[in-house]
């Protein structure tokens, strides 16, 4: 089964708004984190959310989790130019390996 | 602030040669990852390796994948015969471990491989 879907799949907002995007995810989870990728570059973990956690803040995201609909989201507010990338949930269990399941993606434009 | 790298970041290799990718994890983290990402698809989990052994593995390592951590700072991807369709971006990643308490992970930039 796949975990962690985000919507929308692409987002195009004008600087100073907010940009929220959705991800939804299939098993129990441990928690949840939301990182961030540059065109051609690595991923930049953002926020980790727990599982007995409702809401954290961090900057100018704010993520939620509900874990009884199986979502999170990510609230960026006053976006920037600089925001433009992509967005990734990752979804984490509580086993061995510590490994993140990762989602589609959004891809968010930023226009000046 | 302490960074995972990468190298090559940019690799062409023959299809059937084995390629090697390696990457320096962050020096106090114990746990290593690999990931791909094929162009225009999601980042797919490969292999976790702790305390000098797998922890777990993705269908998608089979036995033409192999980790190694040859010293105490490098951890490498070797691809013994290499198929066109292992042409996608790698990524490695390293995280701190707490007990029972999942933790952020690291990547580094990646390395983008080409097979011809």
């Known amino acids: 089964s796949q975990q962690g879907e985000e919507d929308p799949q692409a987002l195009s907002i004008q600087e100073g708004e907010n940009a929220t995007m959705n991800c939804s995810y299939k098993?129990?989870?441990?928690?949840l984190q939301w990182y961030r990728q540059n065109s051609g570059r690595g991923l930049v973990h953002l926020i980790l959310?727990?599982?007995?956690?409702r809401e954290k803040h961090s900057g100018r995201l704010r993520v939620t989790l509900d874990t009884s609909k199986k979502s999170s989201s990510l609230l960026i507010t006053a976006s920037r130019a600089a925001d433009t990338a992509s967005y990734f949930c990752a979804t984490g269990k509580m086993d061995s390996s510590y490994k993140l399941i990762f989602g589609s993606g959004t891809r968010l434009l930023v226009r000046p | 602030e302490p960074e995972v790298t990468q190298t090559p970041s940019h690799q062409v290799t023959q299809m059937g040669q084995e390629v090697i990718l390696r990457c320096v994890p962050i020096s106090n983290h114990l746990y290593f990852y690999w990931y791909r990402q094929i162009l225009g698809q999601k980042v797919e989990f490969l292999v976790s390796?702790?305390?000098?052994?797998?922890?777990?593995k993705s269908e998608i390592f089979d036995d033409q994948f192999s980790v190694e951590r040859p010293d105490g700072s490098n951890f490498t991807l070797k691809i013994r015969s290499t198929k066109l369709e292992d042409s996608a971006m790698y990524f490695c990643?390293?995280?701190?471990?707490?007990?029972?308490?999942?933790?952020?992970?690291?990547f580094g930039d990646g390395t983008r491989l080409s097979i011809l």
């Open positions: 390796f702790y305390n000098n052994e797998i922890s777990e």
């Open positions: 098993t129990s989870i441990n928690n």
């Open positions: 959310i727990r599982s007995n956690e």
């Open positions: 990643a390293s995280s701190e471990v707490r007990k029972g308490r999942n933790q952020p992970q690291h």
